[in-house]
């Protein structure tokens, strides 16, 4: 008999998310899907995703706990191109957020709470882009 050899999923690609929300706001469409419940419901009643990072249509969220990631949360760097904003914070969280398609997909390390998502990281995601197209600034570190 021979066992059937399963390649581990490195980038985690395949990562069930059981957690969907889906919400409206006038004639924006929020959706949330996560593997983690509390980052779930933390976004779903966040007001920034509303206000700051859905355009018009509405905002598609992702966001990934990843466990087996370093649980350091030191420094977060921004890193922007107009259309796509990169957050990182310490070596275990990322966040992508494409402002054209309206899309955010991102991997959180477990040491990071939700209401410090919705909080601290969020807002330094989402910016006004006209505040951002007046700065010659492309990369920022807090």
């Known amino acids: 008999m021979t066992a059937e ?6 980038l985690r690609r395949f990562v069930p998310t059981p957690y969907v929300f889906g919400g409206r706001d006038g004639s924006n469409n929020i959706f949330i899907e996560s593997n983690d ?3 779930a419901l933390s976004v779903r009643g966040s007001a920034i995703l509303q206000r700051q990072g859905a355009k018009d249509g509405g905002l598609f969220c992702k966001i990934i706990r990843d466990s087996t990631c370093p649980k350091d949360g030191s420094g977060m760097v921004v890193v922007s191109d107009g259309v796509l904003r990169v957050l990182y914070r310490g070596q275990g969280t990322i966040l992508i957020h494409d402002w054209e398609r309206s899309e955010l997909l991102g991997f959180v390390s477990s040491d990071v709470k939700g209401r410090d998502l919705v909080s601290s990281i969020f807002p330094a995601l989402f910016v006004d882009r006209n505040t951002e197209s007046a700065s010659s600034v492309a990369f920022t570190k807090k």
Do not use: G, V
């Open 5 to 10: 050899r399963t390649h581990p999923d490195l």
């Open 37 to 39: 419940l509390e980052i």
